[in-house]
Each structure stands twice: as C-alpha cells, then as structure tokens.
C-alpha cells in the first residue's frame, strides 16, 4: 500500500498526430520539463478516441486519462476534436455514475507549436491525479 | 426501426443486485442503430459495470455477447450454452427482445437494459423521431404521407386543433403541428380537397391488442 | 326561467353569454355566487370542462345547477377525458336535465394541465363530436343502435379567428359548420379588422351562422404579453397593451374593462357579428362591469 507521497499517477494521454503529439514532441525537442507519469498514444486525430478506449483504459488500471486535440477552428479533419470533446463529456458522466470522477478525465486543446502547453497540462493532470489518490480499480 | 434508450446505469445497476453471473446481451438490429443496444454499448455498459463493481467492493462475472436480432428464437439458440453459465440476462434489446428472450429461455430472468420508446426513424444522427403507431389502418394516401395519429399530439383525425401555433403544436414548440404540415403539403400536391373531408371516429380495435397477424 | 338559447340565436338581437369555471373541489359556494350573479344578465352561460386540462368540477354539474336556478346553460364537453361511450352518455343524461346547448370542444392536451401523467383519451375530435350530436339526434348511437329516447341539441363549437397560419383553421371551421354546429364562440377578439375580414368570410360560407366573438377580459399589461407570448390564437395588439401598461396603480382591471366595454360595443354598433361570449377567468364578478362600459 503506497502512501499519497509516494503514489505516481501512471495517466494516459490520446494525442493527435497533427497538433498535440507534434506539441509534445516539440516539447521533447525544446527540453521542456514534464512528469514522466504520462504514457501517449498517438491517435490520427482526436475524434478517433472512442468512448470505449478511455473506459478500457481506466479499466485496466489508469488513475487518470487525457484527450489532446487541435484547437477549435484548426481540426485537420474538420471537427474530429468537437467530436472528441463530446465523447470525452460522455465519458465524465459514465465516470460520475460508477463512483470514479470525472475530474480524472480532461481533454486539452493545443496546437502545434504549443509545447509549453502540452506539458503544463502533463503537469496540471498528474498534479491533479495525485491530489486524487490512486484509482479505486487498480489492484482490485 | 423501434427506437429505444438505455436506462440510467443506477437503474441498471439496481437491477442486478443479487446475481452473481450476468450475461449482457445486445442485439444487432434495431437497438444497434439507435445506439442504445449493438456490441458497442455492450461493451461500454459492461466496462462501466465492472469498474463500478470493483469500486463497490464487488466482483460479479460479466459476460457480454451480441445477437444479429433478440426478437426471433432462432437467433437466440446461440447463447443456448451461455444461458446455462449466468444467473440473469441483462438485454440491450426493445421490449420485443426481452420477452423473446424469456420466452426462449423461462427458466432465467431476464432483464431490460433498455426502455422501448417507438417506431421511428433517424433525423439526423443522434435523433430519432416517432413514425409510426401502428394503428392497423394506415391513412397516408389521404394525408399526404403525413401521419395525424402519430404525428398529432392528440391523434385528431380532422385537425387543427385550437392549440397550433405558427405551425407548431402548444404540446412542445419544438415539434410541428402535423396538421398543419398536412394542410401544406395537400396543398403543394394539389389536393386539398383531402383536407375538405370528413374523417369519421377512428377504429381503435383495428388491431385488438395484444396483437397477433397470421398468414392464411 | 330563461329564453331557450337557440331561439335567443334565431330572434335577431345581439347576443350575450359568458362563462363560469367550476371549483377544484365540492365547495360550490363561489360557483352559485356567479351563476346568480349572471345568469340574467347574459342569454346563455357556459360551464368549463376541466378548462387547460385541470381537473374540476364538471361542466355537466354546473349547468344542472344552472338549470336548476333558471338560467340557460351551454354544456362544454372536450374530448380529451371521455370516450366515444362516455360522451355519448353524457348526452343522454344532460338531455333528461333539460340541457340543451353544448359546445363541443377538442380539449387542451394533458401537459399543459395538472395531471400530467394522465392518458389523453381523444377517441373522437370536436367535429366527430358534433357528428355524433345529429347522429344521436336522428336516433341511433354511434354503434348504429337505435335510441329509446333521442336528444336534440343546440349545438356550437369554437374558432381562432387569429389562427397563425389562418388558413388550415378556416377549412377546420368550414367542417364544423357541415358536420352540424350552428353556433361559434371563437377565441378572444382584439383586432377587428382581422376579425371583420373573418366574419366576411364566415358569411360568404353561410350568412345564417351565429358567430359570437369571444371578449377575454384583460387584467394587466403582463396578462397581455403574456398571452401573446404563450396562448395559441391569442393577439393583444401593442396598442392595448400600451393601454393597459398606462393605467395608474390598482386600476390595471379597470382599464381592462373599459377595454372589453368598447370592443362590444363597437362590434355591436357596426353589426360585426352577432354577438359576443364574455371570457373573465376568475374575475366573473366584474362581467356586470363589462356590460356596464358596453352599455347595456
């Protein structure tokens, strides 16, 4: 049993290839700082997330999940990232209702060249994950 | 299609307290396409499931399985060995689905994942708008493809009503007042000597419910 | 004891009836207070049937008691609560009470009632409903059985002058009049140019029909918008509500009578139809008010 100073959030982040993954990257690229508790998976465009993927993700274990997308007005594929947003809000209900949270679930807006906003929201979600506490699944 | 949505997952989730083996079956026709019931809901429903399972401190077997339709026994005889496995069936079918289901199988509960609202189509994706009634006596060659029965608030067979508004209806300003849509629509047709006549009393025992149709 | 009501229609003078809605509850006492209150003063009073689908007293209670004071009732009967069987029986009983007007009504839907959970019947509409008069009339049910006893009625149904789009009401009212109903209340009057070219073509239908217009008496400015904004059928034009919004303090009703005086007597003065049903929900006390400032 871990205790809450030692607990490191392992969070998954589904990121667009065309803004958010290319924010990270850059991110990697300029030596920003981030917290190494984030896994990325990188998706065509955020409206590939599925609402099945973030509950899977929690299933197996996740103590929190973000979806990063392109900004509103700049979506590669048009409106990938709005779809996203409402699976994502779906999601937050789903995750209210079995006793998770929906604050363990954020989706981020980024473009391309935002690589200081990508690992400020790593930061802000491990951040927040940790003040959460381990999720209630894991190890069940 | 019949269109239906899911209950709440509290609701769901009262549902199956006491059994230990549930099997969540969902159905591919119907309930699929109105995103209530296909494999995908399945398995979202499922994955919630479990999850607030382990977070209540409970461990119960899921199983999940989807059927091409619930609503004909000879689509069911596949699960035939999965029934035996599980306490209860929780269905992701309409109403038909669920008592085709318990009709096939008696000796089981099974539950409804679901609420059966009506016979409709998609308006766009995410909508689905009510049809059809089934009334047993189908008066669109007179209405102009525009049905009053379903349609209307109040089912009027010569309507408007005294409660339409700018061709919407006073039940919900959202939603048009069929009659006047029929009046605009005999009128783009070019009959509206349609609307001129006189619709007597509706049959309402047309079809005596509960239904039942045979081929002679 | 009172004129019969179709023989007031029939005699030429300008008619005048009005309304009174029943209690929630047994407590007739206001109801008896506004039937003798007005049943002199008017040629018919209606009895609402559960108005906006608020469960009261029935209609078919209130004109026995009527009846039963000497006044001259008009049975309203929606088609909302009863079935085919239900009305028909009615009917039969209102007939035996020596009632014999009846407006027949489709009915408002459930939701906007109290009682909103409640199975809207509509087995028949208020046009079948007028059928269904003659045919009871001519001796037979709606089952094609032969009566042991008939009925004969006056019957009226309603109109939306101020229907928006107009026209699907107008052939709505052309089938009222072919399936039978010789008299038409309609829905409040406030403009009367829109309402004279109304009654110009409600005459080129048939000149013998009686039309009388409906007065809805008005108790405030935000009574007026309000309706406009809510009411189907209803159009308070600025000018009125501007009216009514400059009255001073406490004499909001005042300016509303004096509103509803004025459109009588005009209508009466230049012959628009052939006369009116006065409309006070909850303020039947005032209706001698209203005559008063029409001038009668």
Same mark, same amino acid.
């Given at each position: ?5 030692? +607990? ?47 509950? !899977?993700?929690? /299933?197996?274990?996740?103590? @929190?999940?973000?979806? $990063? ?56 979600? *491990? ?14 | ?22 099997? =969540? ?28 399972? !382990? ?18 026994? /000879? ?24 008592? $085709? ?18 016979? #409709? ?24 493809? %525009? ?12 309507? &408007? ?5 700018? #061709? ?22 070019? !009959?509206?000597?349609? +609307? ?7 049959? +309402? ?7 039942? +149709?045979?081929?002679? | ?19 009174? #809605? ?73 007939? *035996? ?37 003659? *045919? ?7 089952? @094609? ?5 008939? %009925? ?19 052939? !709505?009212?052309?089938?009222?009049? $072919? ?6 209340? *309609? ?88 006369? =009116? ?10 209706? &001698? ?8």
């Amino acid at each position: 049993m871990t205790s809450q100073s030692q +607990f490191e959030p392992q969070i998954i982040a589904f990121a667009c290839h065309y803004c958010a993954y290319a924010a990270a990257d850059l991110a990697g690229i300029m030596r920003l700082q981030y917290p190494t508790n984030i896994r990325i998976i990188k998706l065509p465009c955020s409206g590939t997330v599925d609402l099945l993927h973030i509950l !899977k993700a929690f /299933e197996q274990g996740a103590d @929190g999940v973000f979806v $990063a997308g392109c900004l509103k007005g700049g979506c590669h594929f048009i409106e990938g990232n709005i779809r996203a947003e409402r699976r994502v809000e779906r999601a937050k209900g789903i995750l209210d209702s079995i006793g998770l949270g929906r604050d363990r679930l954020e989706m981020f807006f980024l473009s391309a060249s935002e690589a200081p906003r990508f690992a400020e929201a790593a930061r802000e979600m *491990t951040e927040r994950i940790r003040r959460l506490g381990p999720s209630p699944i894991k190890g069940v | 299609m019949i269109v239906a949505k899911q209950k709440p997952l509290e609701e769901i989730r009262e549902m199956i307290e006491g059994y230990e083996r549930i099997l =969540v079956l969902g159905c591919g026709t119907c309930t699929a396409i109105c995103l209530a019931g296909g494999d995908k809901e399945v398995a979202v429903l499922v994955s919630s499931l479990r999850m607030a399972d !382990k977070i209540s401190g409970k461990n119960r077997l899921f199983r999940e399985h989807t059927v091409e339709r619930q609503c004909e026994w /000879e689509f069911l005889d596949e699960i035939e060995e999965q029934v035996k496995e599980v306490d209860a069936i929780l269905s992701l079918g309409c109403g038909v689905g669920v008592q $085709a289901i318990s009709e096939r199988f008696p000796e089981i509960l099974v539950l409804p994942g679901l609420d059966t609202l009506f016979m #409709g189509m998609p308006q766009e994706e995410g909508i689905w708008i009510e049809r059809c009634s089934g009334c047993g006596n189908c008066i669109l060659d007179e209405t102009g493809g %525009i049905c009053p029965i379903t349609r209307c608030a109040k089912g009027l067979l010569n309507g &408007p009503c005294g409660g339409t508004r700018d #061709g919407k209806c006073e039940v919900d300003p959202e939603k048009d007042c069929a009659w006047t849509l029929i009046y605009q629509r005999l009128e783009k047709q070019g !009959k509206l000597e349609l +609307f001129d006549e006189y619709h007597p009393p509706r049959n +309402f025992q047309v079809v005596m419910r509960p239904g039942k +149709f045979m081929i002679k | 004891m009172a004129k019969p009501f179709r023989e007031v229609l029939n005699s030429g003078k300008f008619v005048v009836t009005s309304e009174v #809605g029943p209690p929630k509850g047994t407590n007739l006492e206001e109801t008896l207070r506004h039937i003798d209150l007005l049943k002199d003063r008017v040629d018919a009073l209606n009895v609402t049937d559960n108005q906006s689908s608020v469960m009261r007293y029935p209609s078919l209670g209130g004109c026995i008691l009527i009846k039963e004071r000497g006044g001259e009732p008009i049975l309203q009967m929606t088609c909302r609560d009863r079935n085919r069987l239900a009305l028909q029986a009615d009917l039969l009983f209102a007939y *035996t009470q020596g009632i014999r007007n009846v407006l027949c009504l489709t009915g408002d839907s459930i939701p906007v009632g109290d009682h909103k959970e409640a199975k809207a019947v509509f087995d028949l509409d208020s046009v079948q409903l007028l059928k269904t008069v003659r *045919t009871m009339e001519s001796g037979k049910d709606l089952g @094609g059985n032969d009566l042991n006893g008939a %009925i004969e009625f006056c019957p009226g149904a309603i109109v939306t002058p101020e229907a928006r789009p107009i026209e699907p009401q107008l052939h !709505k009212f052309k089938k009222k009049m $072919a399936a039978g109903a010789e008299f038409f209340q *309609t829905q409040a009057v406030y403009d009367l140019d829109n309402f004279r070219k109304f009654m110009e073509y409600a005459r080129g239908l048939d000149k013998n029909i009686k039309i009388l217009a409906g007065i809805v008496l008005l108790a405030s400015a935000r009574m007026a918008r309000y309706m406009n904004e809510n009411v189907p059928g209803i159009f308070v034009p600025q000018a009125l509500i501007d009216e009514m919004a400059s009255a001073e303090k406490g004499k909001a009703l005042q300016k509303g009578i004096d509103i509803a005086g004025r459109l009588i007597r005009q209508i009466r003065e230049e012959a628009i139809c052939d006369g =009116v049903h006065i409309m006070a929900i909850s303020r039947e006390e005032v209706v &001698p008010d209203i005559l008063a400032a029409a001038g009668f």
